[in-house]
Each structure stands twice: as C-alpha cells, then as structure tokens.
C-alpha cells in the first residue's frame, strides 16, 4: 500500500485540491478574461507550490520507516533467491528487528519470511509459466534448497502442485495471482 518508487502519491483530499487548483487555471484559459493570462499562471504557481508541500511532506520523520521498507522490498525482488535474515533486512532498514517486523507486517499484511515465500513462490511460477525450467531448477532459482519442501509450499499456497502447474500453464491456467 505504500509503494513509493520516488513518485508523489497524494491523499484524497491532496489529489481535490490539485484539481481544484487545476480547474482554476483551466477556467482562466478557456474564458480570456482580462488579466487571464497572469491569473493562469499565478494558478499554475499556486499548484507548483502545493505540490512542492505535498512532496517535502512525503520525507517526514514519520514517513521514513516506510521510505527504507521500499528499498528492502527492492532489495528483495531483485535478491529473493539468496539466503536472507530478518535481521540482516532490519538492518538495511536501519530498525531493530522487532520494529522492522512490525512495520512490515503492517505495509505489507505478511510477516518477512511469509512476504518472502510467497515472492520466491511467484518468481517460481513466472519460471515454470514460461518453460525456461524444470521444477527443481525452479525451486534453485527462487531460493529454495529442497525441492520437497517447494512443492509442499507451491501446492499448499498455489493450489497444484508445480508439476501440473507447469503443464496447466501451456493452457493458460494460472493460479499464481493469487499469491
């Protein structure tokens, strides 16, 4: 829910008033009334420096703890195949592990290992989807060093087991999204 990714995401009532500021300036062009021109981009001022609030508002103390869970979620997309700690992530959050699982679970809704499963879990399935692999060169790819224990997770959390899900996948039937 808090997917940063460096882009301004606005509230609600952020994202009225810009249109409020927008239909201002809009209203000013369409009609030309004297001083129309000044009056747009006197409007398109106001709206830069609203913006600039609302961005500046978006790295507050408060905000920060989110900010650093966006770049462990990054970190683990691209290294979820490697062997990861929920300290060694709490320490790339700069947060004690207590609080760093805290507020994972709550941007998240999963705790670390179970967000991570779920991601090696997909990433397996884009693999078998695809035909690049067969299913324990799947499991291997994604992090998992038993491969009885990736089939056990993958039929429990997917709903087959990878094999079928592999054969299912040539008649496009995916159970996947739903992890």
């Known amino acids: 829910s808090h997917n940063f990714k460096s882009r301004l995401r606005l ?3 952020e994202l009225a008033e810009v249109s409020r500021i927008l239909q201002l300036a ?4 369409s009609f030309q009334t004297p001083g129309y021109e000044y009056m747009a981009c006197a409007h398109f001022m106001q709206l830069i420096g609203f913006l600039s609030r609302c961005y500046a ?22 290294h ?11 320490k790339m959050a700069h947060m ?16 670390p290992a179970a967000f991570l499963l779920r991601l090696r879990l997909r990433k397996a399935a884009e693999l078998l989807k695809r035909g690049e692999c067969n299913c324990t060169e799947a499991a291997l790819r ?5 491969s009885n ?16 899900y592999k054969q299912s996948a040539r008649t496009k039937i995916s159970g996947a999204d739903n992890i």
């Open 80 to 90: 979820h195949a490697e062997n990861l700690s929920v300290g060694e992530l709490a």
């Open 57 to 78: 508002g978006a790295f507050r103390p408060e905000s920060r703890p989110l900010l650093r869970l966006g770049g462990v979620l990054s970190f683990l997309e691209e």
């Open 96 to 111: 004690s592990v207590s609080t760093f699982t805290r507020a994972f679970n709550k941007a998240t809704g999963l705790a």
């Open 11 to 13: 509230e609600p009532e």
């Open 142 to 146: 994604t992090g998992f060093a038993d």
């Open 26 to 29: 809009e209203d000013e062009l």
């Open 149 to 164: 224990y990736f089939s056990r997770m993958f039929r429990r959390l997917i709903g087959v087991n990878p094999k079928d």
